[in-house]
Each structure stands twice: as C-alpha cells, then as structure tokens.
C-alpha cells in the first residue's frame, strides 16, 4: 500500500512536469511567430497566399467595445480595442488572477504598407478571442490601461505601490489581505490596450484582391495574427518564461524519477 502510495506521489510529479513543458512549448510556438512577424517584407504585395504586412492604421469605422474602463477617453478613432476583466482567485488551492471577460474589439480599418493600402478583416478573429492579452494569435505586449475596480486596504495599497503584489510583481502570487470562501479583497481589475488611427501594426493572413483593393484576413492554413508594440521585447520576456517553465519541468521530472526509484528500493 505504501509503494502504491510513493508511486501515485511520483506519477503527480510527472504530471506537473509535463504540464510546465507542454506551456512551455505553447509560448514557445508564440516565440516563433513573432520572430515570423518582425521578418516582415516591404516589398510587393503578392495576393493568393501568405503575406504579412506592417504600416500605420487609418480608422474607417471605429470599433465599439462593450466595456471602456473607468479612465476610458472614448472610442474615437479605436481600430482595435482589447480589453479583459481580471480578478484575484481566492482560497487555499490558488492565488493567482483570472480573467472573467474579456474582449478584442475590432473596427473597420486599413494598413498602409509602403505604397498599398490593405483592409484587415478581424471579424473572426475577434470572435474567437476570449483574453486578448492570453491568445496565440495577438501579440499586444502588456496592457496600456491596468486600473483597479475598486478601492485597495491598506496592506495591498502598500505593497502594490512598491511593486510586489501586483501581476508582475515579486510576490504577485501572495494574497495577503484576507481570503474565506474563495473570495478575496483584492479588488477586480480593468486592463485594456487601443489601437488607435496612426498607431503601427503588423498583421499576418491570407491577402487577396477585390474590386475595392486588398483585403487580408484568417484562413485555416494561414491564422490571422496581429501584433503591436515592441515585439523585442514580448520576444526577450516569452524566451526568459520558457526558460524558467522548462527548469520547472526538469525540477518536477527529477522528483518523479527519484521518488519513483525509492518505491522500488
């Protein structure tokens, strides 16, 4: 019974070192696709096939999110409007934030590349998304807009001023104000990042030709990916994650063997 025991304790060992490398081969697989993205070709659009694009936006219609946030400016001129709302889980089997809504909200709108001007249909795209900030097909670096619900106590307050508790920092994990029931008083967040008339995106699909000029958007060989901000530095965060995630894989694997050869000893 004892050697069973030792060996379900090591069989959950595994288990949670493959989980930290299957993520670790998810962010790597968006390592990729930005390193796709910033190669991106400023010569001649080819439309049939794969193309990607980059250039400022130009709004034709603005898009209309469902939610804008406390310190919201309007949706004038907003090509794209990504926002989530986040709250910190509670209880003693996890402490992390979670998202409960979330929206990619798209206008109508198009890329000038060198000399073309190509319309970027991300209606599918947008249906799909369910955290913008956490999907393999948007690269958005971390969100512009990042405010709370709600007021903070005291302890939080202070330890969010000096970057400990919030979700890059220290301890982002450690909920120190008081948890019962699942239930925190971390208050919830907003977060929210708008792609507005000017800005700079770079944008990957299938690109075709109509009667009012080149359109690109997803197909089921070729997803439509959009990115902005400084992929640089997405890239250098997603590659250190990697990094750590596959550490804790060995760490978790090497538990697993070890405790799994004490069983049989």
Known sequence: MVRLFVLAVA????????????????????????????????????????????????????ASP??????????????????????????????????????????EFTVDHSWDRVRVDAETLAAEVDDPFDSSQLFLDEPETDVYLGELDPINRFLERHGFADEGGIISDVEVSISAGGKTTMPDKYQATVLRDGDELIVRGDLTETADGYVIRGSDETPLS???????????????????????????????VFVAILAVL
């Not at 990504?82 to 209880?91: I, L, S, V």
């Not at 965060?237 to 694997?253: D, N, P, T």
């Open 11 to 62: 069989a959950g060992f595994m288990l949670f070192g493959w989980m930290a490398l299957s993520s670790a081969r998810r962010l790597r697989g968006r390592q990729t696709t930005i390193d796709e993205l910033e190669s991106t070709d400023e010569g001649h659009l080819e439309p049939g096939g794969e193309e990607t694009i980059s250039g400022p936006v130009s709004v034709v219609e603005p």
């Open 226 to 256: 959009i990115a902005a901000g400084d992929l640089q530095s997405q890239e250098d965060q997603l590659r250190s994650e990697v990094r750590m995630r596959k550490a804790v894989s060995g760490v978790f694997f090497g538990l697993g």
């Open 66 to 107: 469902e939610r804008t946030g406390p310190e919201s400016n309007g949706t004038d001129s907003a090509a794209l409007w990504a926002w989530r709302h986040r709250r910190k889980e509670g209880g003693e089997s996890t402490n992390g934030w979670e998202t409960v809504e979330g929206e990619l909200a798209v206008g």
